[in-house]
């Protein structure tokens, strides 16, 4: 009797388990929640639709009768940094092509050109190098810590969206309080990862709601080209870029951490119009 329930335990488990695992890419049609808000706060999503490996991200695509949602989450370190020098673009083909020509596109966040400099070189880098000296006496702990905090204070500082591709409004940025409806906000939670909302209006996209079937996608992370010239030995500690030892950006892995900052990951999928 015992082998039998000890039988069925273990199936149940293997069961949870197999339930837990996500598809790489989207494929089912979901429904917004009726309490969503744009804050940066995903307590209203039931976990996510697919994790995907080439971004390293958890996502999930939603729609009502009004607009079309974004939810990610990035937890790895290397991700972060990444979202947070070059954004990430989302592109919505309403043709059903993988094509970001035909598409409507959303970038965020939008670091300013003045402070990414500062933090791959010029002044800044030069006091974080200085600073960097006595990071011995810090424990990873706190030196995650510091970073988390730089970030909150980034992301916070941000107050525009980049937007292209529709035809009612110029290619350009915009306030983060604009007049067109496009909501983006992203936040650091507690455990340092990455949470990011954003809502895109069907009326801009010049799509009628009552024929939206499926449509095309992408989620790409931008990097940064100018991540080249960045000085990885002084990264780990300074501006919301380090992370201690997480970061991967000393000793051997510097090389493969700095390319990857510079190349653009992305990936396409097609979301079905949940009615």
Request: proline fraction near 3%; charged fraction near 20%; hydrophobic fraction near 35%.
């Amino acid at each position: 009797m015992k082998s039998i329930y000890a039988s069925l335990l273990f199936t149940f488990l293997g069961l949870n388990v197999d339930a837990q695992k996500l598809p790489d890419i989207q494929t089912a049609k979901i429904s917004a929640p009726a309490s969503v808000r744009i804050d940066g706060k995903i307590q209203e999503w039931s976990g996510f639709a697919a994790e995907n490996k080439r971004t390293d991200l958890f996502y999930t695509l939603a729609n009502d009768d009004k607009n079309l949602y974004l939810v990610i989450k990035a937890s790895n370190n290397e991700t972060i940094t990444k979202i947070m020098v070059g954004g990430i673009s989302f592109t919505i083909n309403t043709k059903g092509k993988k094509k970001v020509e035909d598409g409507f596109t959303v970038t965020y966040p939008i670091v300013a050109r003045s402070n990414a400099q500062n933090r791959f070189g010029g002044q800044g880098g030069q006091n974080r190098q200085r600073m960097g000296q006595n990071r011995t006496e810090q424990t990873p702990e706190q030196r995650d810590s510091i970073t988390l905090a730089q970030r909150k204070t980034q992301l916070a500082a941000i107050k525009e969206i980049k937007i292209s591709g529709f035809k009612s409004i110029p290619d350009s940025l915009v306030s983060i309080y604009n007049e067109h409806g496009i909501k983006a906000v992203g936040k650091m939670d507690e455990q340092g990862a990455y949470v990011y909302e954003m809502a895109v209006p069907f009326s801009i996209m010049d799509v009628n709601v009552g024929e939206i079937k499926e449509f095309a996608y992408q989620i790409k992370l931008n990097g940064r080209p100018e991540a080249a010239n960045f000085n990885m030995r002084t990264n780990a500690g300074g501006g919301g870029f380090g992370g201690g030892n997480r970061g991967n950006f000393g000793g051997g892995n510097a090389n493969t951490a700095r390319q990857d900052l510079m190349v653009a990951t992305d990936f396409w999928g097609k979301y079905i119009f949940q009615k």
